[in-house]
């Protein structure tokens, strides 16, 4: 019997965060799921993020360097394709370790209705947008509301943390995060940008290179990666998808997804989990 997409949906969304929750059912609060060298892995954070800012950055674009804009220094300004010269050590950002953030830009529904965004996070910061004007938003720059924004997205993904899942939230994560350069960069949007658009953190999963994949606690570099296609998005046990930087570099490489820096930094150590997933075929071993 043929059931209508209304029910089918909904049951489907509830079957991908049963899966999510039984690979991740063994973390603390503090820990989330990632993936690396076509595996599962864990990642423990020991401190908060930081979005790093510098003496000449001019992070809210008043024309103001940051050095003689103190307001610029009162709340977090995480910006995607900005990147500093530094990491929060202060050593060459050429050195530090990278953390792919996969976000996944299409929508498995074609969603239309701007109400399936996700809220803001206990109310987000002045400005932001979130709901129905951020849903308005997203339709207007892609023609339709992606799974990184929706509040019940119809993929897996890693964030939110399955202890805290909130929408637009993740354990020890920044809760907001500046689109206006990447939407500049896409063509979506004034360029430069004349100010920022705070949005909630989308959800989104996690990748590290094969070198990394057991590393002790240290700050990484969070690279944005958007996936445009459904097919490379992550099985939540790493079965399927793209779950290695081999891969994400073959994807990159075929026009299907899109890596940018930022100025955002997390700190966590990383193991490879108890339930490993299978390796692809065809992807690189170091």
């Not at 599962?40 to 809210?60: E, G, K, M, S």
Request: aromatic share 6%.
């Amino acid at each position: 019997m043929i059931r209508s997409q209304s029910l089918v949906l909904p049951l489907f969304a509830a079957v991908l965060l049963l899966a999510g929750a039984t690979a991740s059912a063994q973390l603390a609060a503090n820990q989330t799921n990632g993936f690396g060298n076509s595996r599962l892995v864990t990642f423990t954070y020991l401190q908060n993020f930081d979005c790093v800012d510098q003496p000449a950055l001019d992070l809210d674009f008043n024309k103001i360097k940051a050095q003689s804009d103190p307001n610029e220094m009162q709340t977090p300004i995480c910006q995607p394709v900005t990147e500093p010269t530094q990491d929060p050590t202060g050593g060459d950002i050429k050195h530090t370790a990278h953390l792919y953030v996969f976000v996944p830009m299409f929508s498995v529904d074609n969603d239309q209705n701007p109400n399936d965004a996700m809220p803001c996070p206990n109310g987000g910061r002045p400005g932001e947008l979130c709901g129905p004007a951020l849903g308005a938003a997203l339709i207007s720059a892609f023609g339709f509301v992606p799974e990184a924004w929706k509040t019940h997205p119809l993929v897996a993904t890693q964030c939110p943390d399955p202890n805290h899942p909130v929408p637009g939230t993740c354990t020890m994560h920044a809760s907001s995060v500046d689109l206006s350069v990447t939407l500049a960069a896409l063509g979506k949007a004034a360029n430069p940008p004349t100010g920022n658009m705070f949005v909630p953190t989308p959800n989104h999963d996690h990748v590290v290179d094969n070198s990394r994949v057991d590393t002790g606690p240290i700050w990484w570099e969070v690279r944005p990666v958007l996936i445009m296609d459904q097919s490379d998005w992550p099985a939540p046990d790493g079965s399927s998808g793209i779950t290695s930087a081999k891969a994400m570099d073959d994807a990159e490489a075929a026009g299907r997804a899109i890596e940018v820096g930022s100025n955002f930094f997390l700190f966590f150590s990383s193991s490879q989990a108890t339930s490993a997933a299978s390796p692809h075929s065809g992807h690189a071993m170091p």
